[in-house]
């Protein structure tokens, strides 16, 4: 015969020993990892002008331990899209702090349409807004595409 007593022992301690570790998992964790990007920060962005169209996606921002990317995305019908994205793009925070992309891997200059990841060093310590800004040639401002972190 089971004693209750025990059992109900045995399942608060079981609880306890769950909170614990959970307390333990939390505080270890770095918050920046939890801290991730809130749903508006990842939403797609898209902007139109002379005909080009660029659709901007973050990939990854708020991971203090990888870049942030972002996917982008030109697209036209009538001019050749040779940007130079590592040249022409800059991560801006909202203290003024200036970032230039790392790298980019996706399709060269030229043709109709254009796909991949602009990719940046994290900038430290985490802004709360962040801009990605993109000059286009011929185009007398930049496109500029901001988050609220």
Known sequence: MLDTRVYKLSRRCLFAGGVACA???LATVPWGVMAQASPDAIATQSTSDQGVTVRVTPKSIGNPDSRWEFMVVLD????????????????????????????????PPGGHHREGVLAFDVPAPRPGVIELRIARPGESAPRIFRWQL
């Open 23 to 25: 307390g333990l998992v």
């Open 76 to 107: 036209t019908h009538s001019a050749d899209l040779s940007d130079d994205l590592t040249r022409s793009a800059t991560l801006v925070t909202d203290e003024g702090r200036t970032f230039r992309p790392v790298s980019w891997q996706g399709a």
